[in-house]
């Protein structure tokens, strides 16, 4: 039977680096906080975890980093928790949102006895999506092929569930996200045969200041290349995996170097034995949940669009707050801070009193300046190439859903006159399967209107319901007068 | 390690990882059928986005592998086309 949560003042939806912060804080300036997550324990996907119940049979701790903050704002959460000020719902997965005038109503199935959905309904008069980011990808000949993964996906499993996907390793693509999932990889006994990276060795001279700036960053870089280095891992930039084959499973790859435009150079190739390769090409903001909402969107330095926020993290919707990486990609830090901001913002739109001292608001605003520097010459370092399409065949599969090839996309364009992937999907079903879009939107966007950020489709649903459920919430509704509505 | 069954065999896995994770962890790198290609499809994305890893569980059908944490008490079923639509 479906459930409708305590009303709280501030709905927090991702419990990763920025929305736990944002938790954190607000908690500490006295709001009861509803902290959603569609995983069975916090730390998103920079402090994934297998549940508490299994930390020692399956035992992580030397694949993260900050784990200092981590263990902090899991105790201040606890500390809240025992005092009743926190509602903490994991494995809930929220698929709307809707807006009235008293604020928002949070609709999530709960499946923490999955495959059996509860819907649950949370209200609150402020909302803080925190929901992060996921691997963008470019299609490349045999990308589908099993033994294929995203370097997040590598990780997701190595970090939640101690499992290191194969034997000999493959990874490319291109941002410094490549260096962790080998150092990893590599730590866990897998053979990193190769990591090649699309940019050129030089990416950084063109603009090093905000290095310069972040020296910590600079020092994170040193320690992977060193685990790198004592692991014997082959650092291959200006280089992309152009090809991977195989039958059932991927058997082998072909690399090749890259001209300055992002093409193979021709003559190049290599071919590389590996049995499970990781390709990632930086990273896409989750705004299912914001865009339907209606907020104002950005372009963002990596071709991405995401959800535009003024200093203190507000949307251009009154009392929607964002804090992360659907804010732009950047990294834990910048999270942690933004979700921190954002929560201060929160408790002075409520009439609290801050949690941090002006000093310290001011060391954050700080923080969260100088980690978007960073992130604007990452992002100018490590594009997308622009001749990434010269390796796509006729025959690639380019919508993994439905099955549609480069070749049906790009008659789309020369025949069909397709001028976006709405018009793309339209003519030939791409993005219209599951993910309704979320891995070929980007792909499908590049190879028809490369200069353009990409904007994703309107989706109603953040993740599919099963009949149950929608049931579940028909009779939610009822039992609370109708305060779900669509 | 714990058992539970998956297309009638048993498959050990250790409590706190997700079926995908368990499947990997076997080899199992592939266990769906594309509709169109008829080509092997396992996981992807590893963190529900792609819709890659689905199985049927417990005769529901359209679960997200990289999802759903394994119990004992399950049954999964992966060898029909589980890319239908219903779900
Ligand atoms: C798979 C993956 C692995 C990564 N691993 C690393 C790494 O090892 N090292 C590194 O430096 N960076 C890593 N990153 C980059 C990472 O995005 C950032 O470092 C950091 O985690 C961003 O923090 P965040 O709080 O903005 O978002 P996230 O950490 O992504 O947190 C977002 C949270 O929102 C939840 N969520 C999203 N949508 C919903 C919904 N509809 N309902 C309920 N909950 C929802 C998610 O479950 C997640 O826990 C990884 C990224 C990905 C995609
Ligand atoms: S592997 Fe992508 S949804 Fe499970």
Not at chain 1, 281 to 306: E, H, K, M
Not at chain 1, 415 to 441: E, I, N
Not at chain 2, 7 to 19: A, I, K, R, W
């Amino acid at each position: 039977m479906g459930t409708t949560g305590e009303t709280a003042d501030l709905v927090v939806v991702g419990a990763g680096p920025a929305g736990l912060a944002a938790a954190v804080t607000a908690l500490a300036g006295g709001l009861r906080v509803a902290l959603v997550d569609s995983a069975g324990t916090v730390g998103g996907q920079f402090w994934r975890h297998p549940p508490d119940t299994a930390r020692a049979a399956i035992p992580t701790a030397d694949l993260h980093h900050g784990l200092r903050d981590y263990r902090a704002l899991r105790e201040a959460l606890a500390a809240a928790g025992d005092r009743g000020r926190l509602d903490l719902r994991l494995a809930h997965h929220v698929w709307s949102v809707t807006r009235d005038e008293d604020g928002f109503t949070v609709h999530t199935v709960d499946r923490r006895r999955a495959p059996e959905e509860t819907a649950v309904t949370l209200r609150a008069p402020r909302l803080l999506v925190a929901t992060g980011a996921y691997d963008r990808q470019l299609p490349f000949p045999g990308w589908d092929l099993p033994g294929v993964l995203t370097l997040g996906g590598l990780q997701a499993l190595l970090k939640g569930g101690g499992v290191v996907a194969g034997d000999r390793v493959a990874l490319g693509g291109t941002g410094p996200f490549l260096l962790p999932v080998a150092a990893a990889l590599a730590a866990r006994g897998a053979r990193v045969v190769t990591v090649c990276e699309a940019a050129g060795p030089s990416a950084w001279l063109r603009s090093p200041g905000p290095l310069l700036r972040n020296p910590a960053k600079g020092a994170e870089g040193a320690r992977y290349g060193l685990t790198l280095a004592r692991h014997g891992v082959r650092f291959r930039p200006r280089t992309a995996i152009v090809a991977a084959e195989g039958t059932d499973r991927v058997t082998s790859v072909e690399i090749a170097s890259l001209a300055a435009d992002g093409s193979p150079r021709p003559g190049t190739e290599r071919r590389v034995e590996a049995d499970t390769v990781g390709v990632g090409w930086g990273f896409v903001p989750q705004l299912d949940l914001l865009v339907p909402l209606g907020c104002a969107l950005a372009d963002s330095d990596d071709g991405s669009t995401v959800v535009a926020v003024d200093a203190g993290q507000r949307t251009t919707v009154p009392g929607l707050y964002a804090a992360g990486e659907v804010c732009g990609v950047g990294g834990a830090r910048l999270s942690l801070a933004e979700g921190r901001l954002a929560a201060e913002s929160v408790l002075a739109d409520h009439g609290a009193a801050p949690v941090l001292g002006r000093g310290r608001r001011a060391a954050v605003r700080a923080t969260v300046k100088r980690h978007r520097a960073f992130a604007r010459a990452l992002a100018r370092a490590h594009p997308v190439p622009s001749a990434w399409s010269r390796w796509l065949t006729d025959d690639t599969v380019v919508c993994r859903c439905e099955e549609v090839t480069a070749g049906a996309v790009r008659a789309a364009r020369t025949d069909g006159g397709a001028r976006d992937h709405r018009q793309v999907k339209q003519l030939t079903r791409a993005g219209m399967g599951w993910c309704q879009g979320r891995v070929c939107g980007p792909a499908v966007h590049c190879l028809v209107a490369p200069h353009r950020s990409y904007t994703p489709t309107e989706r109603l649903v953040a993740t599919p319901l099963t009949l149950g459920a929608l049931a579940d919430l028909d009779h939610a509704r009822e039992n609370t007068g109708g305060a779900a509505h669509e | 390690m714990t058992r539970m069954t998956v297309d009638g065999e048993p498959l050990d896995f250790t409590e706190g990882q997700t079926v995908a994770a368990a499947l990997v962890a076997a080899g199992r790198v592939a266990w769906r059928t594309t509709r169109v290609g008829r080509r092997p499809r396992g996981v992807f994305c590893g963190i529900g986005v792609c819709f890659d890893c689905l199985v049927t569980v417990d005769g529901v059908r359209g679960q997200r592998a990289c999802l759903l944490p394994a119990r004992a008490d399950m049954t999964v079923t992966t060898r029909e086309d589980d890319d239908g639509d219903d779900g």
